[in-house]
């Protein structure tokens, strides 16, 4: 049986607040963690008002405090943005209060646009080309137990390095340094559907993974009809289309709101392009989907993602997931 988990990016509903959406995000790794969610990872996103995660490694610790069994982890650290020493002195206490617990996930995108990436940025120059090497400074620090460097991070405690990405890039990259990949398809559907097979004969055992490791993540809806997964689901779709089009929104909308805006065909199109590589259904049209793009792309786990204006239903669509999928708790 794949295995199953959740990535999290604190979704903010347009009649709501971040304070609320943070207090869902809490309570929904509880009702993963009951429902046998292997993962429970929580994103990083800057200036936008649809989404309140902005510092994962703040968040993990509130998560870590309010589960006791399911893995917790950040998906991701967009790593640019700090410095390397940082993010494993930060890896490190996580893995000391939560022992074999953490995941630290990392990726090289901005997470937000260019002015905040710069406003992000200590002297308002991204370094995204520093990628590589920050990758491997990380890796050295963390899990080298005879790395001889000016500083060390204190406490010691390793993390379980992921690697994030939406490109044959990053997949190459995750390779070479023998860190697990997780392939956001929910980011990017137009990609080679070979991109896992490439990465696992590209793959060198590092010090702290002897063999390679996948994941996809996936965009899931599902409900009680297929009918009402597609109405859920168009919430999330029509959001990011405006947003796409430079007209963002205070937050996710309603379904109702949603249905009710005018969509041209070559919106339409754009979603239909979107909607492509998710599961949107009832249970058994879900897990048919997943099962398909699981073998598509060969991979070993699968973390759904999921966005609703209504947390109820959110909660709904995990809980019918884990229930087709026979998970336990």
């Known amino acids: 049986m794949i295995q199953l988990s959740v990535l ?41 008002n649809g989404l309140a995660g902005s510092a994962p490694e703040v968040l993990l610790g509130a998560l870590g405090q309010t589960t006791s069994t399911i893995r917790i982890g950040s998906g991701g650290i967009m790593l640019p943005h700090y410095s390397a020493f940082k993010i494993a002195e930060v890896a490190s206490l996580l893995a ?44 050295e620090m963390l899990h080298n137990k005879n790395f001889q460097p000016p500083v060390r991070p204190q406490p010691s405690e390793p993390a379980a390095l992921w690697m994030l990405g939406s490109s044959t890039e990053s997949a190459a990259l995750a390779a070479q340094r023998g860190i697990p990949y997780n392939f956001a398809l929910f980011i990017n559907g137009d990609i080679d559907r070979h991109i896992l097979d490439d ?3 590209q793959f060198v055992p590092s010090i702290h993974c002897e063999k390679p490791a996948t994941c996809l993540s996936v965009n899931v809806v599902c409900a009680d009809s297929e009918e009402q997964a597609f109405y859920l ?16 929104s205070k937050g996710i909308m309603s379904p ?32 048919e989907k997943l099962l398909l793009l699981a073998q598509e792309f060969n991979a070993d786990e699968l973390m759904a993602v999921t966005i609703t204006h209504n947390f109820a239903a959110r909660k709904r669509s995990y809980q019918l997931l884990a229930e087709t999928f026979a998970l336990t708790s």
């Open 8 to 48: 999290d990016q604190s979704p903010v509903r347009e009649d709501g607040d971040a304070s609320q959406a943070l207090a869902e995000t809490l309570e929904l790794a509880r009702h993963a963690e009951s429902l046998g969610y292997a993962r429970f990872w929580v994103s990083e996103h800057h200036s936008f």
């Open 96 to 139: 000391c209060l939560f022992p074999g617990r953490v995941d630290l996930g990392l990726g090289r995108a901005p997470g937000t646009d260019m002015i905040s990436a710069r406003a992000l940025a200590i002297d308002g120059k991204p370094r995204f080309e520093q990628f590589p090497q920050q990758i491997h400074a990380l890796q």
């Open 199 to 201: 990465y696992r004969t």
């Open 233 to 248: 689901a168009r919430s999330r779709e029509v959001t990011m289309l405006q947003f796409f089009q430079g007209k963002p």
């Open 256 to 287: 109702e709101r949603a249905a009710s805006i005018e969509i041209s065909p070559q919106e339409e199109a754009f979603i239909a392009a979107r909607q492509q590589f998710a599961a949107i259904g009832t249970p058994e049209q879900v897990r």
